[in-house]
């Protein structure tokens, strides 16, 4: 049994492995057994992947932030808005725990505050 034959194409074909049209001149792999084939066929190329579903919820997660950052960013679109909006959403999607802890320490600390200035009186 021969080798495949990496070529260009002088004729017009058809592709055994998918059925497609080969064009003259376009790379294909031949043998005089087997026929024709493109030398990079569609059929054999593998599907692209799926985003998984964490990067679609990030991505989720930076439109909202963008949209929040248009909508109530001071005098139009601010970035640092959206980035701390980003911040926000993220934790309360990946890291719920991490979110009720940081908000329990800012309570905390607006309770210490008000603590102190009621003792500065």
């Known amino acids: 049994m021969k080798m495949e034959k990496k070529m260009v194409a002088k004729f017009a074909g058809k592709c055994r492995v998918c059925g497609g049209r080969i064009e003259v001149r376009s790379n294909i792999l031949w043998s005089r057994e087997k026929g024709a084939a493109h030398a990079v066929c569609p059929a054999s190329a593998p599907a692209p992947a799926a985003p998984s579903a964490r990067s679609a919820a990030i991505e989720a997660i930076h439109a909202a932030a963008h949209a929040s950052a248009m909508k109530w960013g001071a005098e139009g679109y601010d970035p640092e808005f959206e980035e ?38």
């Open 84 to 121: 701390v909006e980003f911040e926000r959403l993220y934790a309360a999607k990946f890291e719920p725990n991490a979110l009720v802890s940081r908000m329990a320490a800012e309570e905390s600390a607006r309770h210490e505050a008000v603590v102190r200035e009621r003792r500065a009186w």
